[in-house]
């Protein structure tokens, strides 16, 4: 199964799975960047500005979580990708490299819209 994220605008989370975190097993908080229509997921020192938990704590320390987005981090991402407000998107990732670093990519034009129920 690969890597996948799942955005909700309209509640405003990122949801990674258990494969991305299986992916970062060392990461405990990661960092969200958004350029040119992919958004990259870094692992990150905690005390890093915006770094934010990947994952929940206790026991199920590789359970997923859902993770609060900044508000104009959240539309930003709708205005770039012309998204509706009241439509989650899927995303299928991959692993890859940036200096000596594990990263996840995802290619935010391969979403797919999942409309609410």
Known sequence: MPPTLVINPK???????????????????????LSEKMLSVYPCDGGAR??????????????????????????????????RHDCRYKIHGALGMMENEEILTFDLEAAKEIAYV
């Open 50 to 83: 915006d770094a934010t938990p990947i994952r929940s704590g206790g026991a199920n320390r590789n359970k997923p979580r859902h993770i609060r987005c900044r508000a104009d981090f959240t539309e930003q991402m709708l205005s770039l990708m012309e998204w």
């Open 11 to 33: 509640r405003g989370l990122i949801y990674v799975n258990a494969a991305g975190l299986k992916a970062l097993p060392k990461a405990q908080c990661v960092l969200f960047v």
